[in-house]
């Protein structure tokens, strides 16, 4: 199976390819020219084994130039018991309530307590072995740009991994302190953490123009580098997150929630449109899905887009409790568009000109229509966020994140306007305990502690739930990363990281 650009349709690469490079070279992303198609026989046979399994089947459909050999190496060394703390790294809490059926599916039980693990983890390993296939002999420059869970979980990912360095940016202001000192703890001989003066969306443009900067690309072939991508532009984080919504569906199946043939719902905290856009390709192979409900914060750029088809980023930037969707430019929507158009990439190209240049595009009538079709956008501010986390904990004695109670938010809106009850998968995003001070302000009237570390223990004193082990040991951890930039010195401390300035 081969990948295409989204801005230009000749551009024809294979899957490492797509892998090892990340983004086409004029911006583009890629996208499979085709999907593999499942039956319902299909699903019912993976339903049959587990996630790792599950794992291998699909990304052996996706991934023609790997071996099966490969495939399972990469699947056995990521998805570990000891990683994700049992057998089944992406377990489903069901919630009934009322007349609504949510199956929570918590992907957070990887080793930096947030989802991105799920793709972070087995990245590595597919990177990895498809710069072997195309640039033998190449180091691999890890560039990120992060709301504050991608970083870290890139730095987990690739921290010791032979042939690559990673450097990590985030918002100096926009990440929560837990994520701030889970990067800045970051162990490994490979990796580098710089915050940036400026928001997330100045990150992620700052990375995207260094990638396609022919003097620093020219400087990094010089010295035997090439640049490449753990962000959610880059094919081998989103065909991961293909996996685990397949993986809910049969473990729903299994638990005689749903019968084979069954539609669901699926409903997404989404930022970067990256973990919906996965559900969006399961459902294009077969798996059963009615409706995907998007749910966005106070940055509801996408709730506009999904009403009215214009996607107009000149907006106020909110800063808010749930920081791994303060985006307001959703990089993977491009993907979907591209979809939706049938594979336009000179509207594609036209669309995403506009977006950089004025700030705004206007889809056209066919393509809203499908979008309003198929997606549901709604979204929820900090103040009933808390409200969300407190009703959770209260009447379903279930303890929520920011971004998940988002979610919840959203689907109870969805529900209420339109009575469709069809059981929901809520992709759950994040440990509560990642958002302490937040998730506490929700659950508790009591005066809290100010340090970041008494209050994970008061939170989990009050709802008696543990501390992951992972965030409790950062305590004692020692800070190696200090280091402020400004946008425009992105690409200076790239190549002075690298040491070939
Ligand atoms: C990254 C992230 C999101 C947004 O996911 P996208 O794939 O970027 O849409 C939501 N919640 C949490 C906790 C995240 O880390």
């Not at 409706?291 to 907006?315: E, H, M, P, Q």
Request: glycine share 6%; proline share 4%; net charge negative.
């Amino acid at each position: 199976m081969n990948y295409n650009s989204t801005r230009d349709k000749s551009k024809v690469v294979s899957a490492a390819q797509a892998i090892a490079q990340g983004i086409s070279d004029e911006g583009g992303l890629f996208v499979p020219q085709s999907l593999p198609k499942y039956t319902l026989d299909d699903i019912k046979a993976l339903s049959e084994t587990d996630y790792r399994g599950r794992a291998k089947k699909i990304f052996a459909d996706f991934l023609g130039d790997f071996t099966e050999q490969e495939i399972n190496e990469s699947v056995d060394a990521a998805y570990t018991a000891e990683k994700f703390g049992s057998d089944d790294p992406a377990p489903i809490s069901y919630i009934e309530s009322g007349n609504t059926k949510m199956s929570v599916l918590e992907l957070w039980h990887g080793p930096t307590c947030a989802f991105k693990d799920m793709a972070l983890q087995i990245l590595p390993h597919l990177l990895t072995k498809s710069v072997k296939k195309v640039y033998s002999g190449k180091e691999a420059v890890i560039l990120v740009a992060t709301s504050g869970d991608t970083g870290k979980a890139a730095l987990e990912g690739f921290k010791d991994v032979d042939g690559t360095k990673i450097m990590v940016f985030y918002p100096v202001n926009g990440v929560s302190p837990m994520q701030k000192r889970q990067m800045a703890t970051q162990k490994g001989n490979n990796v580098s953490v710089a915050a940036i003066e400026g928001n997330f969306d100045d990150a992620q443009t700052g990375v995207k123009k260094i990638f396609t900067n022919a003097d620093i690309k020219a400087k990094l072939a010089e010295n035997n580098m090439l640049f490449s991508s753990a962000n959610s532009i880059n094919w081998g984080r989103l065909l991961p997150q293909v996996v685990y919504y397949f993986s809910a569906y049969c473990d729903m199946l299994k638990e005689g929630k749903i019968a084979l043939g069954d539609k669901i719902n699926v409903v997404v905290p989404t930022g970067n449109f990256g973990n919906i856009l996965a559900s969006y390709y399961a459902m294009n192979m077969g798996l059963p899905i009615k409706k995907f409900i998007c749910a966005s914060n106070s940055n509801n750029v996408l709730t506009d887009f999904i009403k009215t088809g214009t996607y107009d980023k000149k907006r106020k930037f909110y800063t808010t409790i749930s920081p791994s969707m303060d985006i307001l430019v959703s990089s993977n929507l491009e993907r979907l568009l591209y979809h939706l158009t049938d594979g336009n990439a000179e509207k594609i190209a036209g669309w995403m000109k506009q977006l950089s240049e004025n700030g705004e595009y206007t889809v056209d009538e066919d393509v809203k229509a499908k979008l309003g079709e198929l997606f549901y956008g709604g979204y929820c501010d900090d103040e009933n966020t808390k409200k969300t986390i407190g009703d959770m904990y209260k009447n379903e004695n279930y303890l929520c994140d920011t971004h998940t109670a988002v979610a919840v938010n959203v689907y109870q809106q969805y529900v209420e306007e339109t009575n469709d009850t069809t059981a929901a998968v809520i992709a759950s995003t994040a440990s509560p305990y990642k958002f302490a001070k937040s998730v506490l302000e929700a659950v508790s009237d009591k005066e809290l502690p100010d340090d970041e570390f008494a209050m994970t223990e008061f939170l989990s004193a009050e709802t008696k739930t543990p501390v992951p082990a992972p965030l409790a040991s950062l305590k004692d951890a020692e800070v190696r990363f200090t280091l402020e930039c400004s946008v425009d010195a992105m690409p200076k401390t790239v190549l002075d990281g690298l040491g070939i300035n």
